[in-house]
């Protein structure tokens, strides 16, 4: 029972998902000048909670969460909207500030998550 509990697998694979998306954000901030550079973003871990190794959700019947298998923590892919400089680059430094900001609380969540599950757990055996 306290070898892994599941609410550490959760905080671990949420902090991969916000260092693979802050990944994808400096690679962004990177060619802000890139001709054509399209602007790439990872899924947000909401979206994807269930689809990692160790951490998928258990189906009752064929055909339940079809498709959530494949998916992954670390999916980067395009990032859909936003608006074209007349050189074909779709980065918005301004919104790549906010993405920042956005993926650091959930990294910032994740720490908060496990610092207090040890805690729970150290509590539980009687040690501080």
Do not use: Q
Not at 32 to 48: L, W
């Amino acid at each position: 029972m306290f070898e892994s509990p599941e609410v550490m697998g959760m905080a671990s694979a949420l902090a991969r998902n916000a260092g693979a998306r802050l990944g994808a954000i400096a690679e962004n901030v990177a060619n802000a000048d890139t001709p054509g550079y399209r602007a790439k973003d990872g899924k947000h871990f909401a979206d994807v909670y269930g689809a990692g190794p160790g951490l998928s959700l258990r189906a009752t019947r064929p055909g339940h969460l079809a498709g959530a298998a494949g998916e992954s923590f670390t999916a980067i892919s395009d990032r859909a909207g936003g608006h074209m400089s007349p050189n074909g680059n779709k980065v918005s430094l301004e919104g790549e500030m906010v993405a920042a900001a956005d993926v650091r609380r959930d990294h910032d969540f994740a720490l908060t998550i496990y610092k207090t599950s040890l805690g729970i757990l150290r509590a539980s055996l009687g040690r501080r």
